[in-house]
């Protein structure tokens, strides 16, 4: 069965071919990912690792947890599942768009 792992504090710098050798010296790596800002393109100094067995993945984070990669010292545990997010903008019931409570409307 495959584990994630979340790996922060990346240099900014890390590419996923690095980041994937890096884990590689502790088992098979499923897949390598550096998460990128969505606006700027650029990296957002953390990303992901899948490994193929839990045995892989608890010597990564043995192997790898407060080791100094490019001047950084990585923290790397177990990802945790993603939460669900309330969509962000105009939430209505929050009060983000439309009429507010106490306001009057003119009208032009």
Same mark, same amino acid.
């Given at each position: 069965?495959?584990?994630?792992?979340?790996?922060?504090?990346?240099?900014?710098?890390?590419?996923?071919?690095?980041?994937?050798?890096?884990?590689?010296?502790?088992?098979?790596?499923?897949?390598? $990912?550096?998460?990128?800002?969505?606006?700027?393109? /650029?990296? %957002? =100094?953390?990303?992901?690792?899948?490994?193929?067995?839990? !045995?892989?993945?608890?010597?990564?984070?043995?192997?790898?947890?407060?080791?100094?990669?490019?001047?950084?010292?990585?923290?790397?545990?177990?990802?945790?599942?993603? $939460?669900?997010?309330?969509?962000?903008?105009?939430? /209505?019931? %929050? =009060?983000?768009?439309?009429?507010?409570?106490?306001?009057? !409307?003119?009208?032009?």
């Amino acid at each position: 069965m495959s584990t994630r792992l979340f790996v922060g504090n990346l240099s900014f710098n890390t590419t996923q071919p690095q980041l994937q050798d890096l884990f590689a010296a502790h088992g098979a790596v499923i897949e390598a $990912e550096v998460v990128m800002d969505k606006f700027t393109g /650029r990296p %957002r =100094g953390f990303g992901f690792i899948t490994m193929e067995t839990k !045995e892989g993945a608890d010597a990564a984070i043995q192997g790898l947890h407060g080791k100094e990669v490019d001047g950084r010292a990585l923290t790397v545990n177990e990802a945790r599942p993603r $939460e669900e997010r309330p969509r962000s903008g105009g939430d /209505r019931d %929050r =009060g983000g768009y439309g009429r507010r409570e106490g306001r009057r !409307e003119y009208s032009r």
